[in-house]
């Protein structure tokens, strides 16, 4: 601790910023030194001024800045820090990008089906799923796009009527004897997703008695924050009959 107060101000600013850029970084699992430089963003002026100047040259945003840690996102889709669908399909190499991609908006849809939700748990409410869960939503929110793809043709052109039509014919679930390591499933593809949200700080996974449940980070939460503003978010929300601002 002591060590972080001998830094000069830009060091700290670009420690906390290095920091941030750890999703498993958090100043509540035993980084005295990380706690340390949030107390002193909270304090000093100085230093919230300095964060804030080298963010946008790093390509980065300050999203919020939290007991457990800042939460940085990319200042945009050409930043290095920017993941794309295909990024995101490290280990997923099979799995469609339509398909990944409805999965993600299903996951956080799962979580927060409304904004309300998103603010609830802002103001210290904690939500957790299942993969069965989020399976039942993307099965609702699969029937909302089959009904409204008829009457809406911007759905062939975002690419959705494929994605559904390919979820359709994934089954829930296969026996253990038939399921194959990967995506025999959609629940198993659901939590191949759940898993990796969790390698990025997103989802914390806890073991119940009915299996496995994921619980949203704060982190996760502002991410979703920011999504909700992304178009194709804004129609799966409504083809699950939810309105987003609910």
Not at 32 to 40: D, F, K, N, S, T
Not at 63 to 73: E, N, Q, Y
Not at 81 to 99: I, N, P, W
Not at 112 to 130: K, L, N, Q, W, Y
């Amino acid at each position: 601790m002591d060590d972080i107060d001998r830094l000069t101000r830009a060091q700290q600013a670009v420690l906390l910023l290095r920091k941030g850029l750890s999703p498993r970084t958090s100043a509540l699992r035993g980084d005295p030194g990380y706690a340390r430089l949030l107390a002193l963003w909270r304090a000093d002026p100085g230093l919230r001024s300095l964060v804030g100047e080298l963010a946008p040259m790093l390509d980065l945003r300050v999203l919020d800045v939290l007991p457990t840690g800042i939460v940085l996102a990319p200042s945009g889709p050409h930043s290095v820090f920017a993941e794309t669908l295909s990024d995101l399909r490290s280990g997923l190499q099979e799995m469609q990008a339509g398909v990944l991609a409805l999965i993600h908006v299903g996951i956080a849809a799962t979580f927060f089906p409304t904004t309300a939700d998103i603010e609830h748990t802002a103001a210290g409410g904690e939500f957790s799923v299942s993969p069965q869960r989020v399976v039942g939503v993307l099965r609702t929110l699969c029937a909302g796009l089959e009904a409204r793809s008829a009457e809406d043709p911007e759905f062939e052109d975002a690419g959705l009527i494929e994605a559904w039509r390919e979820i359709a014919r994934i089954p829930d679930a296969r026996p253990d004897a038939l399921q194959r390591a990967g995506l025999g499933s959609l629940m198993a593809m659901v939590k191949l997703v759940l898993n990796q949200l969790g390698e990025h700080g997103m989802v914390i996974s806890t073991p119940t008695e009915d299996g496995e449940v994921y619980i949203a980070t704060p982190r996760y939460r502002l991410q979703v924050r920011e999504l909700a503003a992304n178009e194709l978010y804004r129609r799966c929300i409504e083809a699950c009959g939810v309105r987003p601002g609910a």
